[in-house]
């Protein structure tokens, strides 16, 4: 089961993307299309750029503005911004997670 709020799932959504298609660019490059299946560092380039994909969206969705609204009892004005995230983790602190799976798997080959 996944859990998401707002666009919260957009952020697999782009590494998913974004994985395919470097993948993709780097075994047409190599002239190869398993390149990408024996050599580790093709995880950590791909998985590098879905990472900065992810928080440069993940900031613009951030710095959307809110709703302003009035509290009747206190008169206190207030922000109210949609939220997107997944597994309660906000959209932009995905890419460091993705970043680190690509380490992961760089090193796992």
Known sequence: MIVWRG??????????????????????AMGDDNYGKTHGWTWLVSMGVAAVCVWVVGVKLESQ???????????????????????????KYWAIAFFGLGIAFAYSK
């Open 65 to 91: 503005p809110g709703q302003v609204v009035i509290d009747k009892e206190t008169g206190q004005e207030l922000e109210l911004k949609p939220r997107h995230d997944m597994f309660w983790i906000p959209f």
């Open 7 to 28: 666009w919260g799932l957009g952020a697999l959504g782009i590494a998913a993307v974004v994985n395919i298609l470097m993948q993709w660019l780097i075994g047409v």
